[in-house]
């Protein structure tokens, strides 16, 4: 049985192994000029950012993951952002990363992790909560609409590779 609740930093051998290969939709492993190891080690990187944070600063951040006995399956980091909350006057919410064990997906997993994020979402008071999503991870795109999330905006990427080698 798959239960949740919030990080510890024993988990975090575990969230590094999930972050380093969940995203394989994201730009960043579709660019074959960027070194694979490379790309691992961002989103190792990212996670830890985001894993500080919710430690640092828990009333603005929260990091929930799904467990199976021992074994972390996914995770979920929030915050509230700062700079979106003081200019519009509300409390604007942001998952920043949300990724699952590949046996874990199509199985409603994330769709329960979602309601519980926009659980902390409500206790603290948000009034809108963004997230962003690669166009082609249609299995992410129809949780977050499942949800009630819908699109506002869709952009591109555009990169100049400014290294002639």
């Known amino acids: 049985m798959v239960t949740f609740r919030k990080v510890k930093p024993s988990d975090v051998p575990q969230l590094r192994e999930i972050a380093s290969t969940a995203f394989k939709h994201h730009r960043f492993w579709l660019d ?28 603005k ?5 799904a467990v ?20 519009f006057r509300f409390k604007w919410g942001v998952i920043g990363s949300f990724a699952l064990r590949e046996g874990y ?29 690669d166009s082609e991870n249609i299995p992410a795109i129809q949780c977050y609409e499942k949800a009630g999330f819908r699109t506002i905006y869709s952009g591109l990427t555009l990169t100049l590779n400014m290294r002639r080698d």
Do not use: C, Q
């Open 32 to 59: 074959k000029k960027l070194d694979p190891e490379r790309v691992k080690e961002y989103y190792v990187k990212d996670l830890d950012r985001l894993v500080t944070a919710s430690f640092n600063d828990p009333e």
């Open 68 to 87: 199976e006995g021992e074994k972390v399956v996914g995770y979920i980091a929030l915050r509230i952002d700062d700079l979106l909350t003081s200019t």
């Open 61 to 65: 951040n929260n990091f929930l993951v």
């Open 105 to 133: 997906r199509h199985k409603g997993l994330g769709s329960e992790m979602l309601k519980k994020a926009l659980e902390w979402f409500v206790s603290k008071g948000a009034s809108r909560v963004d997230v962003w999503t």
